[in-house]
């Protein structure tokens, strides 16, 4: 039998999310000609997607996207990046996930960009777990949830299971 899984949002929550976070990125970046959007993959790359989607609807500032591999287990083994050239320097990154557990995914990806000079690192995710064991700040969210170490977050963006799960 499997776990029994508790809905929280509909795929049309995520989308107002989405679209809420979207502005708030606009809104403090409405003076820079251009951001870097970097999805944590799999599903960071997709809510990245989201909201570049929302932003270029909103606004005419440009983003690029970016596609960041890391290993979530251990995350100091490799890091990759898609595409692989790119040029960073003076630009603001917003580093982008679906769920910020712990913060040690962000953490080292902050210091994977770190090494090429951004103008500032922000940071976005659709569901915050508040189990900060690194030091993370999140400045766009779009909802904050106090779970046990045993409970999980699972988010679909697609087809007929799309939402935000507590399982």
Known sequence: MSDPKVKIKNLSDIKAITKRIAWQIFEEHYQDKKIFLVGIAPK??????MIQDFLRMISDLQTDLIELEIDKVNPAHSIQINPKQYDINSHPIILI??????GKTMIYAVGYFLQNSPSKIKTAVLVNRSHG???VKVDF???SLSTTSQEHIEVFFEGKTSGIYLK
């Open 44 to 49: 960071g790359v997709k809510f990245a997607k």
């Open 97 to 102: 996930d679906d769920v910020l557990n712990s």
């Open 133 to 135: 064991e690194f030091p």
């Open 141 to 143: 969210k779009g909802l």
